[in-house]
């Protein structure tokens, strides 16, 4: 089997694109957090997020460290909250074509994190 640095690439930035997975994404930027936290925080509810971290953790972005009674999810790569920093900031200067695209229009169905 031949390595696609491409492919490799696609699949991080599937990691992104659901605006749920992004949301716990975003949750982990200050400190490490329970699901409890991230349901707080969110607004999602507690098994789809708990897919989610499955998910991610999965895919290598997300881990987890057993404290106690808890787990406290962090990221397994600090770039990883620097990549989120740097969007935020192509977002600020290019939002308008971002919101306006119609070519991206978010999908009813997602496909699995493994696809």
Request: hydrophobic share 35%; glycine share 6%.
């Amino acid at each position: 089997m031949q390595f696609n640095p491409v492919a490799v690439k696609a699949k991080l930035f599937r990691g992104f694109s659901d605006t749920s997975r992004l949301a716990i994404l975003e949750c982990l930027r200050n400190a490490p957090v329970t699901v409890t936290e991230i349901v707080e925080l969110t607004g999602l509810g507690q098994s789809n997020v708990s897919n989610h971290l499955s998910c991610l953790k999965d895919c290598g972005l997300v881990q987890s460290v057993q404290k106690g009674r808890y787990i406290y999810y962090s990221y397994t790569d600090e770039r990883i909250g620097d990549f989120l920093q740097l969007a935020d900031s192509v977002v600020a200067d290019l939002a308008k074509g971002f919101y306006e695209c119609t070519r991206y229009a978010e999908e009813k169905n997602e496909e699995a994190c493994h696809s």
